[in-house]
Nanobody, 118 residues
């Protein structure tokens, strides 16, 4: 079992930055693929980025060059550095974890809200 707790959300201005953190507890953190998703009101949850156990990173097109996902296995924490934020409706950002070799995210945090004002 893996427990995930996000933090770092809040209000930011367009063009600014926020860093989200997700602390994990439970099973061996380094074996998991870790991801960030987001969901705006009335919309489906969408994948934002993920990082493999080997440190390879992948991003949805809309955040490439602006967001950076990283992990610190010693601290059991995954981060999402968000720069050059664009005005958007509030969205809840979730971190998630899945075992290497699987395609379903089995573990989810409770989410942290991000609002970007213009």
């Amino acid at each position: 079992q893996v427990q995930l707790v996000e933090s770092g959300g809040g209000l930011a201005q367009a063009g600014g930055s926020l860093r989200l953190s997700c602390a994990a507890s439970g099973r061996i953190f380094s074996n998991y693929v870790l991801a960030w998703f987001r969901q705006a009101p009335g919309k489906e949850r969408e994948w934002v980025a993920h990082i493999t156990s080997g440190g390879n990173t992948y991003y949805t097109d809309s955040v490439k060059g602006r967001f950076t996902i990283s992990r610190d296995n010693a601290k059991n924490t995954v981060y999402l550095q968000m720069n050059s934020l664009k005005p958007a409706a509030p969205a809840v950002y979730y971190c998630a974890a899945r075992n290497v070799g699987t395609f379903t995210y089995d573990y989810w945090g409770q989410g942290t809200q991000v609002t970007v004002s213009s």
